[in-house]
């Protein structure tokens, strides 16, 4: 009997904490985490502090969970077809109405976490939240889903700026390395799953163009947003960029080359999607980095 009531209590509370580990996993944590960091980094880099610091982390944050449940609860009927258990939504861990209203309730909160920024700033963060749910819906299948990527993460560094006191006007040079990020992010996030997406339904820009003209497209929007960090900021380039700028011009080629050779017998194109992995951090890292210079 004890040990029944043991083992229930077990279950119940295994139950308890699937929920939300299943909840957590529904809004994509690792992109999502990973922008999230990279813009707080550069909420550090340009003179936030304090609850800045924690506010501008948690605008940005619910703009990467907005994206991550409301995409998987539209997408709950297509991932089921298509047998992917690694959803939870798919496999019934959590159930598409709890992703549902917390997608809601991730987007509500948008503009009001970026209230106590001021009006633009607020403005600024609610359109980054708009694009991105303009990619889950309708953007995502169509030859503009690399639009919401383009526009989103050129205002996210801006917003970042413009939440600063004062309101500073974020320079051109941070928007458009922001928005070649994205795009290049875009393309090369999509790389591995081209043949899955198309399978279920999905045909963006990337699946018209084909794996070829992906990593092509990839690898030019990466190398641009790395010129334009060394190059966009005032003075001469630092020897972190001109290093950087000389890493993707090397990686991106020898990344193309290996993948063509592996193509050639009959292997996976993982090299080129590497190279174009490497150069992204590299663009992460010197984005974070041109926080000092403004």
Same mark, same amino acid.
């Given at each position: 009997m004890g040990s029944s009531v043991a083992c229930a209590g077990q279950n119940h509370h295994t139950a308890f904490m699937s929920g939300p580990v299943a909840l957590l996993k529904a809004s994509h944590p690792e992109p999502g985490g990973a922008v999230t960091l990279a813009m707080t980094l550069l909420a550090v #880099?340009?003179?936030?502090r304090g609850w800045s610091v924690l506010g501008v982390a948690a605008a940005i944050g619910a703009t990467q969970l907005s994206v991550g449940w409301v995409n998987d609860w539209l997408d709950a009927d297509r991932d089921r077809v298509a047998g992917r258990t690694d959803k939870p939504v798919a496999s019934g861990a959590v159930s598409r109405r709890t992703?549902?209203?917390?997608?809601? @309730? %991730?987007?509500? *909160?948008i503009p009001l976490l970026g209230l106590p920024f001021g009006p633009a700033a607020t403005a600024c963060i609610t359109l980054v939240g708009v694009f991105a749910l303009l990619y889950d819906w309708p953007l995502k299948s169509t030859p503009l889903s690399v639009l919401p990527y383009l526009v989103a993460f050129g205002l996210m560094p801006a917003f970042v700026v413009i939440a600063l006191p004062g309101h500073p006007w974020p320079p051109a040079w941070l928007v458009a390395a922001g928005a070649l990020l994205g795009g290049g992010a875009h393309f090369a996030n999509v790389l591995p799953d081209l043949d899955d997406d198309a399978a279920t339904g999905v045909v963006g820009l990337p699946h018209r163009i084909g794996a070829t003209g992906s990593q092509i497209a990839a690898g030019c929007l990466l190398?641009?947003?790395?010129?334009?960090? !060394?190059? #966009?900021?005032?003075g001469p380039p630092s020897w972190a960029?001109?290093?950087?700028? %000389? %890493?993707? *011009?090397?990686?991106?080629p020898l990344g193309?080359?290996?993948? =063509? =050779?592996? +193509? =050639? %017998?009959? #292997?996976? +194109?993982? *090299?080129?999607?590497?190279?174009? @992995? !490497?150069? *992204?951090l590299l663009d992460v890292v010197l984005l974070v980095l041109s926080g000092r210079v403004l």
């Open positions: #880099g340009v003179g936030h992703v549902g209203i917390a997608g809601l @309730i %991730a987007s509500l *909160a190398l641009a947003a790395t010129l334009t960090l !060394v190059l #966009g900021p005032p960029g001109i290093a950087a700028a %000389a %890493a993707a *011009a090397v990686v991106l193309w080359y290996a993948g =063509r =050779r592996a +193509q =050639r %017998a009959g #292997g996976r +194109q993982v *090299a080129m999607f590497r190279s174009v @992995i !490497v150069v *992204a």
